[in-house]
């Protein structure tokens, strides 16, 4: 009960501290400091002067906010465009421009413009299913207040840090390009929402803030490491799909040669240049084709606690993914989230960049366990040709799977992403490479 009633707490810090930085400047800052010592100290008038600092501050301070009161009835003559690139990488900076045009008839000078992002507030039972991987090392006080894991849950959630800047003179119809970098902590969406413009009032201690609707997205895609190459395809895999996914992958039916025609051939193959100069009907003969296909599949399932352990594994599919670049070839992605999913890509059916987007986006497995995906793979396993599979532990299901695959005589790749070795060891048979997560871009190179 009372952790609860501190998490509702939290929430009104947070916004008392969002709303004294915002409405102060650095200057403000310090002279509020020293305006609340001098409060302290001055309290006895008999005993010490600082009484008559705190009156004067309080009296700059009172300027200070009517002025800053004055000016919000003056809205900044602003228009913005924010071009943000399509994707963003976690933990590398990005950098983008903004262009501002003063449509006004006045120079605007003193400005300072901070992007905001799109957020909401999480519940209690969000914060209290939060695995902070740094809480292991807090004291026993931060751990069971958790305002140390609220903060670190409000920036995972913020999804990356911005800082403010100061903007140069800005002239009268003309358009200034400002460079902004802000510096992803977490993939998926970054949901911008407007664009916040601080101007002080003459005493530089209270801003004004004037702020400018601009929703944007950008995608956020998971880190991705330089890796050994996995061993290479054997061979091709008859696909069943028919001819319509043939066509879509850039490989359908090959045309060999003409023949007579035979009672129930389609009209569509009959070739009707051939049949006219030779007086019969004579048909087309197609070869049935196959190419590569190749799986990648993400195991999902794990405990809240071995969080990091899955960003290491989503790190690791996603440094295949960009490996491979299937080609000719597909290239399945396989996972379960609330339900298992396949997403393909190839020629003709979506570039590599779209699995990097779906990765960017994949959460834990919370429904069912880990046969739901092993069911999943199976059921295509006829028409694959290898198979690469990205596990977070080494139990009796994810075995089997592995045992079942090479069974049908497909060559199965196991990156098993563990802190701790596999234990039973792997059969021979199996290409099993243990990917340590705290040595993760060390492990990928080996």
């Not at 998926?188 to 916040?196: K, M, N």
């Amino acid at each position: 009960m009372l952790r609860r009633a501190l998490f509702q707490h939290f929430i009104l810090a947070q916004r008392l501290s969002e709303g004294f930085r915002r409405r102060f400047s650095p200057l403000g800052h310090l002279l509020l400091f020293i305006l609340l010592a001098a409060g302290v100290f001055g309290f006895n008038t008999r005993a010490a002067a600082t009484y008559q600092l705190f009156t004067l501050l309080c009296a700059l301070f009172g300027l200070a906010w009517l002025w800053s009161r004055l000016g919000r009835r003056a809205p900044i003559a602003l228009e913005a465009e924010r071009r943000l690139p399509r994707y963003a990488t976690v933990g590398t900076a990005l950098r983008y421009e903004l262009i501002l045009h003063n449509t006004g008839k006045r120079s605007q000078r003193g400005l300072s413009l901070r992007d905001t992002l799109a957020m909401s507030w999480p519940d209690w039972a969000e914060f209290a299913a939060a695995v902070d991987p740094a809480d292991a090392g807090r004291n026993a006080f931060d751990r069971y207040v958790g305002f140390p894991r609220w903060q670190w849950l409000m920036r995972t959630r913020r999804g990356a840090s911005l800082e403010e800047q100061a903007l140069p003179e800005l002239p009268p119809g003309q358009r200034v390009t400002v460079t902004l970098e802000l510096m992803p902590l977490r993939r998926g969406r970054l949901q911008f929402a407007e664009l916040c413009l601080y101007r002080p009032e003459p005493f530089g201690l209270i801003r004004t803030r004037h702020c400018l609707a601009l929703p944007q997205t950008c995608c956020v895609l998971p880190r991705r490491y330089p890796m050994a190459a996995l061993p290479p395809v054997a061979g091709r895999a008859y696909q069943r799909g028919g001819v319509a996914l043939s066509n879509t992958v850039g490989d359908s039916e090959e045309f060999m040669a003409l023949r007579e025609y035979r009672h129930g051939d389609a009209l569509r193959n009959i070739h009707w240049r051939s049949s006219a100069k030779f007086g019969r009907w004579l048909v087309k003969e197609f070869q049935e084709e196959y190419f590569v296909r190749r799986a990648l599949v993400l195991d999902t399932f794990c405990p809240p606690r071995r969080a990091d352990d899955l960003e290491a594994a989503i790190s690791t599919a996603a440094s295949l993914a960009a490996l491979e670049s299937p080609g000719d070839g597909l290239l399945d992605l396989m996972f379960v989230e609330r339900q298992a999913h396949c997403f393909t890509a190839g020629r003709g059916v979506a570039q590599t960049s779209a699995l990097l987007e779906v990765l960017a986006g994949v959460q834990a497995g919370s429904t069912g366990d880990f046969t739901v995906l092993a069911h999943s793979v199976l059921r295509r396993v006829a028409t694959l040709s290898s198979v690469v599979l990205v596990l977070l532990d080494w139990d009796r299901p994810r075995r089997e799977l592995c045992e079942s695959l090479a069974s049908h005589g497909l060559p199965v790749t196991v990156l098993l992403v563990d802190e701790t070795p596999p234990a039973p060891p792997p059969s021979p048979a199996l290409s099993l490479r243990h990917i340590r997560p705290s040595h993760l871009a060390e492990a990928l190179l080996i």
